[in-house]
């Protein structure tokens, strides 16, 4: 089967079939890539499931109230006191608020604050099918009016409305995302081949990636009910540059050595396939599978995002393993230039930064695996400090938008909650008890009266905490349980607070059970490849404790130089699955190969082989793909910004530390018993040469 597939992207003529296949697959390609964003849905309720509670207030509430409205809150102020003439603007303004497209009902307001320094207006933004996209229109057209003639007027949008046009803004930027994460790609491959010409292909065939899988999900999420949003789109483009890229990396690497052994530089091609493939499809196999689990996640956010970078795994990887090597191909060994690879030349010397590592390691594999695993533990211990229970809306840019300047304005002069209520849907039996139980919670500030309509009533009740602050969210908690009591009202409490806190729990549940499931699967993935128990066990261990110890260290860095509030709670989940399915990555690309040449030459030979062999490979690999996610910090949004550098801290420690030291080491001290119980277990190991320095003790044979 691998030789039929490898004859195809290496043939004489086949190649120029595939490169044609390509051509034709990427243009209608371009074109729905282009409308992935018409099917995104960035609204914080479409995200949870349909049995939380605040989702089943939006339903129950629809009858009430429009329930694809969120309120845009005006906030005008001046420190030495509003003058009649603000007062009159702010009345024009909301004259001119009513008649915009897209505004519903009539606009609340103006209303003077008590210390006269400050007006406010609520307006009802209508969300169009663009979601986030329209509200970000109105909004913009807010300010037009609002900023017009102000004579010195402070004016500000926040609320709900307010926070969804900063995202929108935020997001903008995904586009130099897309155009850091290429440079990055370009100067790390330039480093690794000094070729001006050969960071041309893969970069062109990441590109091919990235848009066949932008086509693919939108199609999925059109036709098959997928959840895509803003936050899938910047993260599928670093994934897809950064696994894919890898991949790439892998192949030329192998390729490269196949031009010294074969003349023909199809036959090259065809036996790197053959030699790298395992490796390549069983690490893409291991990511798509990890982040297809995802889909087991209860919050819809998370359940998108893991088949749609899948889908771009698995793209990246298609395309790897044929456009990629066709493009190799066709060009020929001067694609290499200005150090084009000749037949014949000699093999590497056993020299050189990664033989050093080996020989280093080799002399003592027991004391260094030991104490590089206390030290990871030791790094792990900061993760006790990680606040991974949401954040407030103004703490979820790295910046002070107008968003976050506004409900700071609008908390100092009037009640934080006001114009973003807590919504309660209860029988209309029971509605005066309800409404009695909710005024009586600490934090809200007053209750409306009932509305009324078939069988049902709806109770707003204004908070006095800013809505998404932690206080608020412990008033709602506390409205929860004071509703819930009173028999037969069938209360249930919503609003957007009472979102945010349906959003973390289910973020919290699908940890608990979604990382035991991917552990277990990649777990089965490595002992089908590698034929072994023992080996996947000690490789899953190091992997976990490489998790550990990139939290640890993400999370002091959080707090003691980002100054960071904290985290959303789904970003511990998210970045295991990204460590953990990128991580066992590096490992299947240096234990494949050591496993190839412990055939050969035995285990612990064969430790020190691959980690000579692959060294400079996974390395240059590794920087990739923490670069592509250190990208992410372009976005100036705290999400992006800590999932960017959690992932990329992890990668380097993983490629560096863990991959050439802790596993190198595992392997010298554990021998051939890494097999059992396969075949190779029962190859006895050849002894190892002593270290050339005296100071070093000879490894175990």
Request: aromatic share 6%; charged share 15%.
């Amino acid at each position: 089967m691998m030789r039929t597939l490898v004859s195809w992207p290496s043939g004489r003529v086949s190649k120029w079939v595939v490169l044609a296949l390509w051509a034709v697959l990427l243009v209608p390609a371009v074109m729905l890539a282009g409308q992935l964003g018409s099917v995104e849905e960035n609204d914080n309720s479409a995200w949870l499931p349909g049995n939380s509670e605040s989702t089943q207030v939006v339903a129950r509430a629809e009858q009430f109230l429009p329930g694809d409205t969120v309120p845009a809150i005006v906030v005008y102020d001046r420190p030495e006191g509003v003058t009649p003439a603000d007062l009159a603007k702010a009345r024009a303004d909301a004259a001119a608020f009513t008649g915009m497209a897209n505004v519903a009902g009539p606009v609340q307001g103006p209303v003077a604050s008590q210390d006269g320094k400050a007006i406010q207006t609520v307006v009802q933004v209508h969300k169009d099918r663009t979601g986030w996209e329209g509200i970000g229109k109105v909004v913009t057209d807010l300010n037009e009016v609002g900023t017009a003639n102000a004579g010195g007027l402070g004016f500000h949008v926040t609320g709900p409305a307010g926070y969804a046009s900063d995202s929108i803004s935020a997001f903008s930027g995904g586009g130099s995302l897309t155009t850091i994460t290429a440079i990055v790609v370009v100067l790390i491959l330039l480093l690794t081949y000094r070729s001006p010409v050969l960071p041309l292909l893969p970069l062109l065939t990441v590109g091919g990636a990235l848009v066949t899988s932008e086509a693919v999900i939108y199609l999925l999420a059109k036709n098959a009910g997928l959840t895509v949003n803003k936050q899938t789109g910047f993260i599928l483009t670093v994934l897809v540059f950064g696994a894919a890229t890898d991949y790439a990396l892998l192949l030329i690497s192998r390729y490269r050595e196949e031009l010294a052994r074969h003349e023909d530089r199809h036959q090259a091609m065809a036996e790197a396939l053959r030699r790298s493939g395992p490796a390549i499809f069983a690490s893409a196999a291991a990511v798509a599978v990890s982040l297809t689990l995802l889909s087991l996640a209860t919050l819809n956010s998370t359940k998108g995002l893991g088949p749609a970078c899948a889908v771009g795994i698995l793209v990246g990887l298609l395309a790897m393993t044929t456009l990629m090597p066709a493009l190799l191909v066709a060009c020929g060994r001067w694609i290499f230039w200005p150090v084009k690879p000749s037949y014949g030349a000699a093999a590497p010397a056993e020299a050189g930064l990664w033989a050093r590592v080996g020989t280093a390691v080799s002399g003592r594999p027991r004391l260094v695996w030991i104490g590089t695993a206390l030290a990871l533990a030791v790094m792990a211990v900061g993760a006790l400090g990680l606040k991974a229970d949401g954040l407030a809306n103004k703490d979820q840019f790295t910046g002070r938008p107008q968003m976050a300047v506004g409900e700071e304005i609008q908390s100092r002069h009037f009640p934080a909650g006001s114009g973003d209520p807590v919504a309660v849907v209860t029988r209309a039996d029971r509605a005066e008890q309800v409404r009695a139980a909710l005024a009586a919670v600490p934090g809200v500030a007053n209750v409306s009266p009932p509305m009324v309509k078939g069988g049902e009533a709806l109770l707003l009740g204004e908070l006095t905490d800013t809505p998404s602050s932690a206080a608020a969210i412990r008033t709602v908690e506390q409205a929860r349980t004071a509703v819930h009591r009173i028999d037969g009202a069938n209360a249930q409490v919503g609003g957007n607070t009472a979102i945010g806190i349906d959003t973390q729990a289910a973020a919290a549940r699908d940890s608990r059970v979604i990382i035991p499931i991917v552990l277990l699967v990649v777990f089965l993935i490595l002992a089908l490849l590698l034929r072994a128990i023992v080996a996947p066990l000690l490789l899953m261990g190091t992997v976990v404790l490489s998790f550990g110890a990139a939290i640890g260290v993400s999370s002091l860095v959080f707090n003691h130089v980002f100054g960071f509030a904290g985290a959303e709670a789904s970003f511990p989940l998210l970045t295991f699955v990204f460590l953990v399915a990128l991580g066992i990555d590096y490992n299947i690309f240096l234990v494949t190969r050591v496993r190839e040449d412990a055939v050969l030459h035995g285990t612990r030979r064969g430790a020190l082989t691959g980690l000579t062999a692959t060294g400079g490979v996974i390395t240059s690999a590794g920087l990739v793909l923490a670069g592509t996610f250190a990208a992410m910090a372009s976005l100036p949004l705290v999400f992006a910004a800590e999932l960017g550098f959690a992932v990329a801290f992890g990668v380097l420690l993983d490629t560096i530390v863990v991959r050439s030291v802790l596993v190198t080491a595992l392997t010298l001290d554990v021998g051939r018993w890494m097999w059992w119980p396969g075949a190779l277990f029962r190859r006895p190991d050849e002894a190892l040469p002593a270290p050339s320095r005296p100071d070093l003790e000879p490894a175990l044979g």
